[in-house]
């Protein structure tokens, strides 16, 4: 009798201690990193005219950079990762990447003026925004304009 109350006693310890570990290394980063996800849609939704018109302020350029070294950061707290974003439905991993590397073309584009890798004068930089929040929205499933 005794046995079975310790054996009893010792499982839910074990349970308690293994649900707590996945919700603190897993559960929480996937909340977080959702949170970065959906606060990189408010932004973009929010500056949506000054974003797609290349007239940016050193503060939304600013913005842009730290929105994708968030994504990346809360990508990284999550261990096997590519096992738990299949679980959760989350984005993949590569995806994340190529969007944070979208966003930091983003952040470069914003300003007026800024050279297009043409030569052009800022006259593409539209454009190359444009496409590089279409590119966004498809990698990470997240609304970043209005289309």
């Not at 839910?12 to 949170?35: I, R, T, Y």
């Not at 952040?107 to 043409?118: E, G, V, W």
């Not at 539209?126 to 499933?141: A, E, F, K, L």
């Amino acid at each position: 009798m005794q046995d079975s109350l310790v054996l009893t006693i010792f499982a839910g310890v074990a349970v308690f201690v293994v649900s707590q570990f996945f919700m603190k290394f897993v559960l929480d980063p996937a909340v977080a990193l959702k949170e970065a996800l959906g606060e990189m849609s408010h932004f973009f939704l929010l500056n949506q005219a000054k974003i797609t018109n290349a007239h940016g302020s050193d503060d939304l350029q600013e913005g842009v950079k730290r929105l994708s070294a968030q994504l990346l950061a809360k990508k990284e707290a999550i261990p096997c990762y590519t096992v738990f974003s299949w679980l959760l439905g989350l984005p993949k991993e590569t995806a994340l990447i190529e969007a944070a590397k979208e966003l930091n073309q983003i952040s470069y584009h914003l300003m007026q003026n800024t050279p297009d890798p043409r030569g052009n004068s800022g006259l593409g930089s539209p454009i190359v925004i444009n496409r590089s929040m279409r590119r966004i929205q498809d990698q990470t499933g997240t609304r970043v304009s209005y289309e």
